[in-house]
């Protein structure tokens, strides 16, 4: 499945978990267009479901029982995910917060730092701990996903060492180029990027 | 222009003005690949730029200025863009701080918070500003782009004040479905989306 569709799915996951709690059993494309603010399209909503092999029924809509169901299997929320968040700075907090908060899947199971000032405080129960033992503490941990929200220079090593402690998968923040060998597989964030696309839009629209 | 293109060619734009400034003059595809660490094949590269209208020589590869100011024309990096920045907590000091070291095209021209600790306090020069005289404050310090960083209860009235006064585009942090009327363009960002990429990369890669 392409990149570009998940998100997609994640969105439509959440939406229909939202409108399953508010009672309800079916839900067309435009409903749930509708609940998705319009962000994207009905049709976008049919295709992709389609791609799964789940079609509407005319006049009725999807149900959203084995939608939500089918949905969580594929986005792999089936499981629990334990995830290790090393840099706790700005971002690192506001990720841990919203994660959690976001996606009851996700458990920030390890944090890491090395400003004193943060060593040994808990968050959420979690006691942040210096880097020296990484490794072990994210594999006792047993993490699987590791978030970096560390500076650019100390970026590469911090993936290394996640990936030594057994951590599968990276969402890395820092604005730094990671070499992992396989099977790591590593998503780069650069919300500059995002802005990039508002300033496209804006200036495709002036011309 | 489709949007995941854009944050590639974004990551284009960055890499080539690195390139110039360690004195390249040209690059192939293959060199801008390994530049981004593999995350993006030099196939899809070729294939972004010939999109473009451009196209590589081959044995010669791209000429790096003319590339780099094409990518700048089309990403909307030729002009400054003024950001307002709503919601000064953990996110909005890692946005701040991360998007003018990120891209010195974007500045920060206005900060709000609700918080008595927080207004009145200086940010790189910017005074954070209580909420009440938003319009105008975004208004007179010409911010053509808003970013949304505060609790979710917050952030429809948010996206509403800033289009007021004169907002054109909206990056949303806050988890809550925003509704404006054209030609406000809203982009809302979800993280744990991001994370759901990795999970399902994951499952799939045991199933
Ligand atoms: N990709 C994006 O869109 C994006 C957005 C915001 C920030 N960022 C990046 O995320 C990173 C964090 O940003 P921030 O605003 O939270 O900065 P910050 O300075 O507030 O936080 C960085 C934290 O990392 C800790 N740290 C430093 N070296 C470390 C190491 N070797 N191991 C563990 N922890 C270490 C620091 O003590 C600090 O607490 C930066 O690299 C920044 O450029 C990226
Ligand atoms: N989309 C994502 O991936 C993602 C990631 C992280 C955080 N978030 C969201 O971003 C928001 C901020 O997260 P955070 O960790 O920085 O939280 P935070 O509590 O640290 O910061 C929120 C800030 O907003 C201020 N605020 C509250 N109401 C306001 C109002 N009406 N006007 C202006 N400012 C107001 C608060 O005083 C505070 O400083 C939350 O909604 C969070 O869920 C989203």
Redesign the interface.
């Known amino acids: 499945?392409i990149?570009?569709a998940?998100?997609r799915?994640?969105?439509y996951h959440r939406a229909l978990r939202e409108a399953k709690v508010s009672g309800k059993s079916t839900i067309t494309s435009h409903g749930l267009a509708a609940?998705?603010?319009h962000?994207i399209s009905s049709t976008q909503i049919r295709k992709d479901l389609s791609a799964l092999g789940t079609l509407g029924r005319r006049g009725f809509g999807y149900a959203i029982d084995p939608l939500v169901e089918q949905l969580a299997f594929?986005?792999?929320?089936?499981?629990d995910?334990r995830?290790a968040i090393v840099g706790f700075?700005?971002?690192g907090?506001?990720?841990a917060?919203?994660?959690t908060s976001?996606?009851s899947?996700?458990k920030i199971a390890s944090i890491f730092d090395v400003a004193p000032e943060l060593i040994g405080t808990a968050w959420q129960g979690i006691v942040v701990a210096d880097t020296s033992n990484m490794e072990t503490i994210v594999q006792d941990a047993g993490c699987?996903?590791g978030v970096i929200a560390v500076p650019a220079p100390a970026a590469q090593a911090t993936a290394s060492r996640l990936a030594s402690g057994g951590v599968?998968?990276?969402?890395n923040f820092a604005?730094a180029?990671?070499?992992l060998r396989a099977?790591v597989?590593?998503?780069?964030?650069?919300?500059?990027?995002?802005?990039?696309?508002?300033?496209?839009?804006?200036?495709?629209?002036d011309a």
């Open positions: 499945m990149d570009p998940i998100p799915l994640y969105a609940m998705l603010g962000s594929v986005l792999g929320l089936e499981q995910w995830v700075g700005y971002l907090h506001a990720l917060t919203f994660i976001r996606e899947r996700f699987n996903i599968r998968a990276i969402l604005p180029t990671l070499h099977p597989i590593v998503r780069n964030i650069d919300l500059a990027g995002e802005m990039s696309i508002l300033t496209h839009w804006l200036t495709a629209a």
